[in-house]
């Protein structure tokens, strides 16, 4: 059985910034692995712990700044590694998910996994559209939302548990071959072990083209434009505190006396 | 032209975002001299689409088929009526039902996406506004194309008041059985717990910024000192340091006490939805471009290893 496992790294923002056209400069982005994603990660890897003759294989659209959180990935437990990028791909400023989607149709379409998880979302831009998308391309199955999965593989059935609004789970099975995106908290993600560090740097990660995945120019057009970017207006009026914390501290204390609290 | 927006409900119930759907679909349709059409799949379609006969709704059509949302027959359902309709703007809700469908939906249209709209201007072509980076910046995206899907962030427009004159028609839609597959077999809700956050009137809610378990204690010593609950966005839950009944948000509890107090919390739009009700919102935060600050009264922008103890002390604690 194979599980493809989609991965991507995420820009954190400095907590103060500027805007250098339409994104924030790149002085003050850091990296990091995609919460979402190190939740799918990790349940791809229970599943190759907890079933004999599962691969897990990563799959990523990112530039060489992105095989930091590959490796990480790999270094958790994940067998090999797939990054696309070429320089049309570097080209475009946004992408979105449906083109996002169409790159990892094509990794999909080569490695006929069993099941693909994804993350609910990527924490920077947040579309949540990358994994349903994905799934309708394959003509697959799919679930969004997933904070519970049990694979039941003679069956080819996937029976999860869709974290709904309020407290709520939907239970669902799902045929496979499915997408799921999986939800943070459905299990426990692992910190890599020295031992799987070593081992990661010497596990395969394969770079391809658009070329390579027999596709073209045309995979990376989309009719939406990314236009502006800018600081939201405040639409708040909060009273900030200023000064030494007991200061700050003694003026909140005030503040809780007035509203009844704590006397 | 025509705008359609599709409704969401769930165990017998229109939710609140069907009634803002009409609001954001009556802007585009104004903005465009459409008409408005909002459409109900599956559950008890005829009390439903008397309830969506809001002000502004030109026409409301039911799918009468099977009880709860099932993906596979909302994407069937819903193509058929784009189908039908050829709209413009296809309107749907940003909520967990909607991430499952959505996408699909649009895929299946060739309809271009735009995910989480908090604003929509058209004006010759459609721009959306949308949030980045936990929403610390706001972009804007034009669709150059005569067709989108929006997803529309809950509770950014206001619900469509009722009474409006709209006839409501059945739509017929032969929905292929062999192409569902996935079946929806239940639901359970989150256990009861040991509180109930709900009730709180004072609450100190703990987020990502407390880094370890361990320093959890200064939370509770405050919480202590102003006889108050300990509640916690996600990330703290997830991480099994707080047990999920004292989740504030979206996934978890929605709260409205008298005094609520964030710290270490960015305030990202699901955790807001949980506590944007409280009487007074009071931010810990060492990031002054947090977006909880932008529906705090009260903040320190500090950190909160020192504001917290400092604040404790001065209840006695
Ligand atoms: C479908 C879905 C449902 C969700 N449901 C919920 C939900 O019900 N509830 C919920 O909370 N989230 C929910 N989320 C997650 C949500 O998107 C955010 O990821 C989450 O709310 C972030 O929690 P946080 O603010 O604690 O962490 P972060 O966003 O990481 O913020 C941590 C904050 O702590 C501050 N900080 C760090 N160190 C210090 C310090 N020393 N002193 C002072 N401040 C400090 C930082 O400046 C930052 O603002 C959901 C997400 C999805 C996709
Ligand atoms: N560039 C990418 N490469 C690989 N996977 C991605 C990429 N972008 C998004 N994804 C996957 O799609 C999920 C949802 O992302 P999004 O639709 O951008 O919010 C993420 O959690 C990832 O699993």
Redesign the interface.
Known sequence: MKVLVTVTDVAVVDDEFEIDGLDVDERYLTYELNEWDDYAVEEAVQIAEDVTDVEVVTVTVGPERSEEVIRKALAKGADRAVRVWDDAIAERDLLDAETKAELLAAVAREEEPDLILSGVQSGDDSFAATGVTLAEKLGDEWAAVVNQLDLDQDEGLASVHRELEGGVDELTDVELPAVLTIQTGINEPRYASLRGIRQAQNKPLDVKSLEELGLDGSALESPLRWTATYEPESEGEATVFEGAPDETAGELAGVLRDEGVGQ | MTVLAVAEH?RGELRDVSHELVSAGRELADATGSELHVAVVSGDVESFGDELTREGVDAVHTVDYGE??N??VYVQAVEALADDLDPQYLLLP????G??????V???LDY?????AVGLEADGSL?VTR???????????????DHAAL?VRPAEWPAAPSGGDATVEPFDVSIDEGAV??????????AGGDVDISEAD?LVSVGRGIEEEDNLDIIWDLAE????TVSAS??V????WLP?NRQVG?????VTP??YIAVGISGAVQHVAGMKGAD?I??IN????API???????????LF??VP??T???GG
């Open positions: 769930r709860e949302f993906h596979d940003h909520t967990v039902n991430l499952d469908y959505a996408p699909a649009a895929e299946r271009p996406l735009v995910t989480d721009t949030e980045m980076y936990g929403s610390k910046v706001e972009t804007t995206i034009e669709v150059e194309s997803t597959r996935s079946t929806v077999t239940g639901f359970e809700e989150a004072v000192a102003l006889d108050a996600r990330p839950v997830d991480n099994g999920k979206q996934s978890g509890k929605v008298d005094v007074t009071i931010a060492k990031d002054p471009n600050f932008d529906i705090a009264d009260y903040g320190i922008v500090d950190d020192e504001v400092a604040l002390e001065q209840f």
